[in-house]
């Protein structure tokens, strides 16, 4: 038997997401080793965990929640390592790690805990930590005012503004049964989701052979070529989860990935959106990254962005 050791934060929803993959792979039924293949998770207490009272742009970024998880893998103590795509940083692994398998992805949307849109009145509390979510939702209703908010899904639900709302992922309703609590699923159309907002990140170490054939063995290609072009935009812009950035990629019925991206301003008073497609998603996210950053006005909207935050 082959004992795949699974790395993974310590968050409900982290160990969650952890369980439904691992469970994935021992049951894959394809593959030359899938059969005999037993989990077992090896759990990671990350930057991001730790200091739940700080804005994540001050412990690091994306990587407050992704580090530690990697270097687990990296020195051998796990073999394989899950992450919330989006917490994933676009420079992840510098070599000595890749993203070797994407389940489907989950529902990428962000959804309203509380009060929907048009149920808040004026001057309402939204709670969210996100520069992205403050700035659409600044677009659409420039009257909401908006508090910090850090914390795992529970820690979230509990923080709802009287007559407000607090801004969540989806999908993480979504994997932990918490959908009747979603007062509204807004539409792309309103908030662009975060890069890699829904998918999981399956990595394992460059070189790793027989374990990277028990994780493809969950790879889904359309989730892996979308979150390659989103991964690609945001790698390009230089960016993480704390700059107004969101993208989302879909696969058009040619095949070829169709990418939208935004760049916004913290106030939301300027929202750079566009879309590009082509049938490679690394050129096609690197090609939008560059449209909107050098054509379109947003290196300006992210230099005054990177003086504040």
């Known amino acids: 038997m082959l004992t795949l050791r699974v790395a993974t934060r310590g968050s409900p929803l982290a160990l969650r997401q952890a369980e439904l993959v691992a469970g994935a792979i021992a049951s894959a039924g394809s593959g030359a080793i899938a059969s005999r293949i037993v989990t077992e998770l090896v759990v990671v207490q990350t930057s991001g965990d730790l200091h739940r009272d700080r804005p994540i742009g001050a412990i690091g970024g994306q990587g407050a ?37 994407v389940p489907q992805r989950a529902d990428p949307r962000d959804a309203l805990v509380g009060r929907a849109l048009a149920d808040l009145g004026p001057g309402a509390r939204v709670a969210t930590g996100a520069p992205r979510r403050r700035a659409q939702l600044s677009w659409v209703r420039p009257d909401l005012r908006f508090e910090e908010l850090r914390g795992n899904v529970g820690t979230r639900i509990g923080k709802v503004p009287e007559a407000g709302a607090v801004v969540m992922a989806y999908a993480a309703l979504e994997r932990l049964g918490l959908t009747a609590l979603a007062a509204e699923v807004l539409e792309t159309s309103t908030m662009l989701p975060q890069v890699g907002q829904g998918a999981l990140a399956i990595q394992c170490r460059a070189g790793d052979g027989v374990v990277a054939e028990a994780a493809r063995s969950i790879d889904d290609a359309a989730s892996h070529r979308r979150l390659d072009a989103e991964r690609a935009f945001l790698g390009q812009l230089g960016g993480g989860c704390e700059l107004p950035v969101g993208a989302l990629a879909v696969i058009g019925r040619s095949g070829e990935v169709e990418l939208e991206g935004l760049i916004a301003s913290l106030d939301g008073l300027v929202l750079l959106r566009r879309a590009m497609s082509g049938p490679d998603p690394f050129q096609v996210g690197s090609a939008l990254a560059v449209e909107l950053r050098d054509r379109c006005g947003g290196a300006e909207i992210l230099s005054r962005t990177s003086g504040v935050l």
Not at 85 to 99: N, Q, R
């Open 65 to 101: 929640f992704a580090t530690e998880v990697e270097q687990v893998l990296i020195e051998g103590r796990a073999d394989v390592a899950v992450h919330s795509a989006k917490d994933l940083p676009s420079s992840a692994g510098s070599g000595e790690l890749v993203i070797v398998a």
